[in-house]
């Protein structure tokens, strides 16, 4: 069984910085693309960013820059550092495994999600 567990969330007033880890078991992340995702009250969940096997990156125009994502194969595990948080960064992150060594930035690319961390940015 395939699990993800965030950590890392909080809050933090606008211009600081959080750095969200998923930690898997049940799947070895290193052959599959890993992505986060978010969701804001009353607001469809929307891509992040995504980290693919071969080392390509990908992020929602919203983040570029300020957002990386990276991986630590050894620990089965990919963060996410967020700088320059905004109040509309305020959502609850999922990190999610995909299908394959790549991903889409559609949450139907990817097959297992964690429960999620909640991340509030104060103005």
């Known amino acids: 069984q395939v699990q993800l567990v965030e950590s890392g969330g909080g809050l933090v007033q606008a211009g600081g910085s959080l750095r969200l880890s998923c930690a898997a078991s049940?799947?070895?992340?290193?052959?599959?693309?890993m992505g986060w995702f978010r969701q804001a009250p009353g607001k469809e969940g929307e891509f992040v960013a995504s980290?693919?096997?071969?080392?390509?990156?990908d992020y929602a125009d919203a983040v570029k820059g300020p957002f990386t994502v990276s991986r630590d194969n050894a620990q089965n595990t990919v963060d996410l550092q967020m700088n320059s948080l905004k109040p509309e960064d305020t959502a609850v992150y999922y990190c999610?495994?995909?299908?394959?060594?790549?991903?889409?930035?559609?949450?139907?690319?990817?097959?297992?999600w964690g429960q999620g961390t909640q991340v509030t940015v104060s103005s």
């Open positions: 049940g799947r070895t992340l290193s052959s599959y693309a």
């Open positions: 999610a495994t995909g299908r394959r060594g790549w991903s889409l930035e559609s949450q139907g690319e990817y097959e297992y």
């Open positions: 980290s693919w096997v071969h080392g390509y990156k």
